[in-house]
């Protein structure tokens, strides 16, 4: 049984678009994100199906769509318009932390250039907790790879008319990215057959499973965000998640700004160059300058993201 839901959405004035677009654009070869200049298509699993979910910007406002099969839970509406909100940034007070921080001696030059930057997240938790997992200690152009080979090794695929077209208005052949259900089918031999190394391949399926088993019920979190800090030990309980993939996790799946992300490479190299820094940032000065931005860390690590990067993270 077909189904679609829609959402229309106001923007805020000076909406960055393009932040949004570039995010679902990280993969060249298309095969679950279709990107172009106002939307984009995106292939994924909603109620356990296939579904097809568009995302059009109009001028200030923004026009979502999602087509896919079954009956349409009770409360689908409601969390259909919460992951739109989630996935564009539009839970994120981006105005009282640039109010209040748009006149620091460094941060403030990046806040002037950058005004309105928010964190486009992934469209579900797991979505982010994988993609972070995958990320680990790699460059962002091998885990877009890896990437990849994970949603072609799972091969779900969308077929049916798109939720309104930003193509052709057909979506066929569309892959979807893996809920927790599809991974937790996968074997640990075929996701080294994929790429993954045996660590990162043992923690996808030990994540799956405790998604599966209801010990990690990361959409209701996401629903209603619990503590952050007892979040956290629920993920890091997880063998091969580490501080800075729960962190970047809980900013890309959840929103959360408050995460601290000293760890990343990309960060301290873009926080050397704001500093006019002869020598490198280390962990430790990252995270104490970082601090004083509290609770909105995460959100300045995005800002020196985008300072200097060509891919999104």
Not at 70 to 88: N, Y
Not at 166 to 180: I, R, S, T, V
Not at 250 to 273: I, K, T, Y
């Amino acid at each position: 049984m077909p189904m679609k839901l829609d959402v229309q959405l106001r923007l805020p004035d000076g909406f960055r678009k393009e932040d949004i677009l570039a995010f679902h654009r990280r993969d060249s070869q298309e095969i679950a994100e279709r990107v172009r200049e106002f939307c984009f298509e995106k292939g994924l699993i909603w109620q356990g199906a296939p579904a097809c979910l568009l995302i059009r910007f109009e001028p200030g406002r923004v026009d979502a769509s999602l087509a896919g099969y079954g009956e349409p839970a009770a409360d689908g509406q409601v969390a259909f318009e919460a992951m739109v909100r989630r996935m564009l940034g539009l839970t994120q007070d981006v105005e009282a932390f640039e109010t209040r921080h748009r006149g620091h001696p460094q941060l403030g030059v990046l806040l002037e250039r950058q005004a309105g930057l928010r964190v486009p997240a992934a469209a579900t938790p797991f979505e982010a907790l994988t993609w972070a997992i995958t990320g680990q200690q790699i460059s962002v152009h091998a885990a877009v790879a890896l990437r990849r080979r994970l949603i072609e090794a799972v091969g779900m695929r969308y077929v049916g008319e798109s939720a309104g077209g930003c193509l052709d208005g057909n979506a066929e052949g569309l892959l979807c990215y893996p809920a927790a259900e599809q991974i937790s089918r996968l074997t640990e031999a075929s996701l080294r057959a994929a790429g993954f190394s045996q660590s990162k391949a043992g923690t996808l399926l030990a994540l799956s499973g405790r998604v599966m088993d209801g010990s990690l019920p990361l959409d209701a979190w996401a629903q209603r965000f619990p503590d952050a800090e007892w979040v956290r030990q629920q993920l890091l309980a997880v063998r091969g998640i580490g501080p800075w993939t729960v962190n970047y996790a809980l900013l890309r799946g959840f929103g959360w700004l408050d995460g601290s992300l000293h760890g990343d490479v990309a960060v301290r190299r873009s926080l050397q160059s704001l500093l006019a820094s002869p020598e490198k940032i280390t962990e430790a000065a990252t995270q104490t300058w970082l601090a004083q931005f509290a609770p909105w860390r995460a959100l300045v690590a995005a800002h020196l993201w985008a300072a200097q990067s060509t891919l999104v993270m």
